[in-house]
């Protein structure tokens, strides 16, 4: 049982327990049954474990993208968010600027007409 699932093995099948122990499954009574088992190549120890080392580096290859799937998203996310942020300040500041503008205008307005007035006045 493999995660408690039944697994009937067939030969040349490799079981490999942690990173040393590695075992390759013959049954003499199938090789009987069926002929002589092919070993093209031959499997050999240094075969199942370098077949292990080929499986574990896509594993991580396949972790490493998914991982960088994911870092790439947080990163859309946050840049997004920033922006947001950049936006609603820009939004800020023009508003600002519009308001002083607004008011400068005004006081200039009131200071032209005291002008005026007092020009009046000088006049009269």
Do not use: H, W
């Amino acid at each position: 049982m493999v995660n408690t699932k039944p697994i009937t093995l067939k030969p040349n099948d490799r079981i490999i327990f942690g990173t040393g122990s590695c075992f390759l499954f013959r049954n003499q009574a199938r090789d009987s049954e069926s002929g002589p088992v092919k070993d093209d190549p031959p499997i050999s120890y240094e075969f199942a474990l370098n077949e292990k080392m080929q499986n574990e580096e896509k594993e991580e290859i396949a972790r490493k993208e998914a991982d960088k799937q994911r870092a790439e998203a947080d990163a859309a996310v946050k840049m997004a968010e920033m922006q947001a942020k950049i936006d609603a300040e820009k939004a800020e500041q023009l508003a600002a600027q519009a308001k002083m503008q607004q008011d400068f205008e005004e006081q200039m307005k009131k200071m032209q007409a005291e002008i005026a007035s007092k020009k009046d006045d000088e006049e009269a």
